[in-house]
């Protein structure tokens, strides 16, 4: 999941941006409104964190151009303000949420995730697909009844998968969902985290569900495939 977080003060994006990614969150980071609408409109983000005392454009301006723009996109606003009347401004112009600083970094997580499932309501907490499971809140990866260690990229990128198992996810698309913006497009590590996946979780299972479609791009499933490479 790629978040974008709209933070002015660069300490409390550092801390925020950090603890996200090791929470397996893809994570580009904004400095003031304006330029949190212009990347908001170039990459389709799966959430956004919007402090409310921003430079240039307030986070009020910012949520509301972009619910003006038709987008659905989840958003948590943040303020060091607990008055009322900025809780009810933040609603009204098109907030999903809203969380007063200074806050445990535990609850912005549970936000998050209340935030994406809400999004997609489908979504369930455990993603089964033939004997692999993902647990969803706890991150936990089993398959036939065996706990499987991955990393933190490699897990987003398993769930991504996940969440859309049995369909064919493309390379430009995984870029965008799973890694943030540092992301270099000529560099392997997409093919390289897919590997690396397959070593963990198809390994010596006669049934493999990581399968490569070839000039395609990628899918999780159990059905039977063909092209896989």
Known sequence: MRVLLVEDELKTANLLAKGL???????????DGEHALAQAY???YDLVILDIMLPLKDGFEVCRELRSTGSTMPILML?????????????????DDYLVKPFNFEELLARVRALLRRKAALYPEVINVADLALHTRSRQVIRAGARIELTTKEYALLEYLARRANE?????????????????????AIEVSIQRLRRKVDGEYPQKLIHTRRGEGYILTAKETDANV
């Open 42 to 44: 170039l990459t389709d």
């Open 21 to 31: 990614r090791e929470d397996a969150y893809a994570v580009d980071v904004a400095g």
């Open 168 to 188: 064919v996810v493309g390379r430009a698309e995984l870029a965008e969902h799973v890694w943030d913006e540092s992301f270099d497009p000529f560099s392997k």
């Open 79 to 95: 303020t060091a303000r607990d008055a009322i009347e900025d809780r009810i401004r933040g609603l009204d112009t098109g907030a």
